[in-house]
């Protein structure tokens, strides 16, 4: 069975760092895009960074371009988040989601995980 | 303001149907395959339909996708209770850069 299972996220400062990561099993890891997909508090989803199986490419939203960086460590099935000069509005419900296709900008999102909360608040 | 337009809610009597509209461009719906998640209350969203129309082992045929030039549709027939959740569809924007784009999405009631 496919799983995927998102760190605890937390409470930050403005202008803080964060990193969140998604554990993954039942699946061949190394092989597939991943994905982050936030949704703020009563609000719709939203699309925040891809990344490659193999190669490692990466995409990025623009509203979180130059802060955050999508990486992977296939070697321990994780995904990562890391999270920089975070925003009152980067407060939301993040989930990792696995792609169909080995390649980003390729699929969909076929799994996702239960999602984590990550609050930014002084 | 997304990118792919929906209507912010649907509703009908349980046993009737739905239709969901995703109004895109060429740059995204037209030249990409589309999909369809569903988040019931509470939960993490569920893959619906991928590829425009195809559905997942699991996802019963009420659920359909179609897609039309920039636009994409999903009905769901023989409404149930339980079908009640919100409905976003998306797909990859491949114009000046490559994104990922949701709808807004549907709040669905089956009244």
């Known amino acids: 069975e496919v799983q995927l299972v998102e760190s605890a996220g937390g409470l930050v400062q403005p202008g803080g760092s964060l990193r969140v990561s998604c554990a993954a099993s039942?699946?061949?890891?190394?092989?597939?895009?991943m994905n982050w997909v936030r949704q703020a508090p009563g609000k719709g989803l939203e699309w925040v960074s891809s990344?490659?199986?193999?190669?490692?490419?990466?995409y990025y939203a623009d509203s979180v371009k130059g802060r955050f960086t999508i990486s992977r460590d296939n070697s321990r099935n994780t995904l990562y988040l890391h999270m920089t000069r975070l925003r009152v509005e980067d407060t939301a419900i993040y989930y990792c989601?696995?792609?169909?296709?080995?390649?980003?900008?390729?699929?969909?999102?076929?799994?996702w995980g239960q999602g984590t909360l990550v609050t930014v608040s002084s | 303001q997304s990118v792919l337009t929906q209507p912010a809610s649907v509703s009908a009597a349980p046993g009737h149907k739905v239709t969901i509209s995703c109004s895109g461009s060429?740059?995204?719906?037209?030249?990409?395959?589309v999909s369809w998640y569903q988040q019931l209350p509470g939960t993490a969203p569920k893959l619906l339909i991928y590829?425009?129309?195809k559905r997942p082992s699991g996802i019963p045929d009420r659920f359909s996708g179609s897609k039309s030039g920039t636009s994409a549709t999903l009905v769901i027939t023989a409404l149930q209770t339980g079908d009640e959740a919100d409905y976003y569809c998306?797909?990859?924007?491949?114009?000046?850069?490559?994104?990922?784009?949701f709808g807004g999405g549907t709040k669905l009631t089956v009244l």
């Open positions: 989601a696995k792609d169909s296709e080995t390649e980003a900008a390729a699929g969909w999102f076929d799994t």
């Open positions: 039942g699946f061949s890891f190394n092989i597939y895009a």
């Open positions: 990344i490659s199986g193999s190669d490692k490419r990466t």
């Open positions: 060429s740059s995204n719906i037209e030249n990409n395959y």
């Open positions: 590829d425009d129309h």
């Open positions: 998306g797909t990859w924007d491949t114009g000046l850069s490559i994104h990922w784009v």
